[in-house]
């Protein structure tokens, strides 16, 4: 009967311990999603940096336009 606490590939016992290649796995595999997390994180960053820049292009023109309407009625009174 094999002992339970050895590492069925080659009868290692770890004395209950995850094998090496176990917690490498486990090491990769959380890795892999803090990667994907960390990728969705840049993404989403980068489309509300899109989206601020868009809002102030459009209220710098906003503001332009209310500025050369201004002058153009100042300019018209005098």
């Known amino acids: 009967m094999p002992d339970p606490k050895a590492n069925q590939q080659g009868q ?8 090496a290649a176990d917690v ?4 990769q595999a959380k890795h892999a999603a ?3 997390q960390q990728k969705k994180l840049e993404e989403a960053t980068a489309k509300a ?8 292009e459009a209220k710098a023109a906003r503001t332009r336009e209310a500025t050369q309407a201004s ?4 300019d018209i009174k005098q």
């Open 12 to 19: 290692v016992t770890t004395f209950g311990w995850p094998s």
């Open 71 to 74: 002058l153009f009625w100042h």
């Open 49 to 56: 940096e899109a989206e601020r820049a868009r809002e102030g």
């Open 24 to 27: 490498a796995a486990q090491m």
């Open 34 to 36: 803090y990667r994907a």
